[in-house]
């Protein structure tokens, strides 16, 4: 039971791949602490699911009027708990506030890729940040994480932010993985169609040869190229600029 609660409690984090890299060596910051009820109720509740989407805007006004409590005790504490929720929070707030010091923590994140759906607001606040050691984190990730097609994770969310730095920066560090990226997609498509014709067999074995033509034929109506853009990076920085920018 205790090991079905433990798996429980992972996947409720976000750590539903479990994954050795050449980044597992890295220190991680964690907590020597739960955090509170209070704190998550404070400090998490009310920004998790907003940070980072295009919905509901009523959370920038609520960080506007947080951002004088915000400290660099608080970022750490929610950096270093083992959950999604909270280090999507911890590592937009250090941006807001220009917490440069915790970068190592926030790029240490990003390559140990510990939990999912968190990914993107790393890759977000460290374009933000953008220096050196910024760009280091996320072409390392890269170099590792393109050629991991069975670890599908932020891939194209880093690979957009190199390419949004390149734009800002002057500089090409895109063409350090476009070749990588092409094989990567490219094995990515292959798996996805074996997945497909494996669904499909089955499909076919209960319900008669047409609904394994009906299924694959959907499939491939609805596989799409993964295109890049900067988009995203171009939409959510100016923003986290105005709110690191902003003082009453």
Request: glycine share 4%.
């Amino acid at each position: 039971m205790d090991d079905l609660n433990d798996m429980a409690n992972l996947h409720s984090a976000g750590a539903i791949v479990r994954h050795i890299s050449p980044f597992a060596h890295l220190p991680t910051h964690k907590n020597a602490n739960d955090l509170t009820a209070e704190f998550f109720q404070n400090w998490v509740i009310p920004y998790y699911m907003e940070i980072g989407g295009y919905g509901n805007s009523t959370w920038i006004d609520a960080i506007k009027l947080a951002k004088p409590e915000i400290t660099t005790d608080i970022c750490l504490l929610l950096l270093g708990d083992f959950n999604w929720r909270t280090r999507k929070v911890g590592a937009y707030l250090a941006a807001i506030k220009g917490y440069r010091e915790l970068i190592e923590i926030i790029g240490t994140h990003l390559l140990k890729s510990e939990v999912c759906c968190v990914g993107h607001i790393y890759a977000l606040t460290l374009a933000f940040f953008n220096d050196d050691k910024c760009t280091q984190y996320l072409n390392k990730y890269l170099d590792y994480y393109l050629t991991q097609p069975s670890l599908y994770f932020d891939q194209k969310y880093v690979l957009e932010a190199v390419l949004y730095l390149d734009k800002q920066n002057g500089t090409n560090y895109f063409s350090l993985h476009e070749a990588n990226w092409n094989t990567f997609q490219s094995k990515q498509r292959e798996t996805e169609s074996w997945q497909a014709e494996e669904i499909a067999k089955m499909l076919g074995q209960s319900d008669g040869p047409q609904s394994t033509d009906e299924l694959l034929a959907s499939f491939q109506a609805n596989k799409k190229e993964q295109v890049l853009s900067t988009d995203y990076f171009d939409a959510k920085i100016p923003l986290l600029r105005e709110l690191n920018q902003f003082s009453w």
